[in-house]
């Protein structure tokens, strides 16, 4: 009898404590439809092994306006364009923090990051200044010339690979990385622009994955509060460690940019020149930044803009490989965009564009060549060979291939003939 009345009081006890601690949890503004959440882990068991699948089913009972909780956490979810774009344009303002979690904490300085820093003057300022550097339609015409000139390395090293096996994936996450220093550093971060593999690359990128993996498992502490400190899955130990190996690297590049502007041997005047010149000396509107808020903006950039546009091209590529007939239609355009074809009745001919240099051209010819098209009058005993210029010998093959493909009948000496302007 004792147990049972034990047993009864405690059950009374919790059902009123998590009835009063419901009431106060409880959010003070009505929220959209959702399905109903459970004790402690709220709607966390409707999320299932494919969150974006199960919450679109859910989108299908509830609308496109939905309230999730997950654990503690209080989540709207926009399933629609239209709902998305009240969030992210009407309401933008009201909606820009991110929520807070683990990863921010100990990987992002403490939100003293862009990514993370809640939307308010800070965030302005360091958002200002990545604009101004990075991402403007001026930052980026500006710094053409040096994406273009490391793919052009990256495409030295991938031809010098010939019929070997090249790590695509690690050239293209170097050439990404290099690219982006250039322009935020003045200098490349890795390798000394010749595509020689530097071995710090690799241990930058498992840094980079890493982030990426870290910051996408789901860590029940960011959703219930009450276990936070108990770290049960050993992520936050994990962020932690990882945490000081970007230190590291980060402090490193900051101390020799600030040799450099030391002892004048700084060329350019470069984004992390700015961010510098902003932590000794306040602009005029008394903005100044601590050298943990340039730290935290590198390892924004570093790791945001690196894995992410590297991964986006190799995934390209191994849908090229894939896909034969589309890897050939791109073949085709990349030939043709060093020409301008024109039509003039039944005829079709096309001539070189001004300012391509013969390496261009030559790629262009030799793949006519390999296409099927006839490149024997280029020969030395040919009809074509003369003039002897890659610009010539360009416009023989481009035009023999465009007519062959049209089922042009043209003389030679029309094709022979080196049109460009
Ligand atoms: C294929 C390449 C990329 C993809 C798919 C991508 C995707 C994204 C997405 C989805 C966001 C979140 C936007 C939001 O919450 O409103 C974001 C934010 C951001 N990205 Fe990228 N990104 C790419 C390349 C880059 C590059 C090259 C950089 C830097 C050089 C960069 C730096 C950032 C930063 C700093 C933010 C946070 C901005 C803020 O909170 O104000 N990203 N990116």
Known sequence: MATFVLVLGTVVAALFLYKLLGHLNRPRHPLPPGPRPWPIVGNLPHLGAVPHHSIADLAKT???LMHLRL???DVVVAASASVASQFLKTHDANFSSRPPNS???????????LVFAPYGPRW????KISSVHLFSGKALDDFRHVRQ?????????LSRVGAGTA???QLLNICTINALGLVMLGKRVFGDGTGVQDPKADEFKSMVVEVMVLAGIFNIGDFVPALERFDLQG???KMKKLHKRFDNFLAGIVEEHDRSIANGTLKHDDMLSTLIRLRDNPDEEGNRLTNTEIKALLLNMFTAG?????STVEWAIAELIRHPKIRARLQHLVFFSGSACLSGGTTYWCVCKGGLGDAFLQKALDYACSAGTDCGPMKQTGACYSPNTVRAHWSYAVNSYVYQRKGQAQGLFWLCFPFEY
Do not use: C, H, W
């Not at 990863?103 to 990051?113: H, P, T, V």
């Not at 302005?124 to 958002?127: D, E, K, M, N």
């Open 62 to 64: 509830y609308g496109p």
């Open 103 to 113: 990863g921010a904490k100990y990987i992002a300085y403490n939100y003293q990051d």
């Open 167 to 169: 790590n695509l994936a």
């Open 124 to 127: 302005r300022l360091l958002r």
């Open 71 to 73: 654990g503690f956490v």
């Open 235 to 237: 992520v936050a130990a």
């Open 306 to 310: 690196t894995d992410t546009s590297s």
């Open 149 to 157: 000139g490391e793919v052009g390395i990256l495409v030295g090293a």
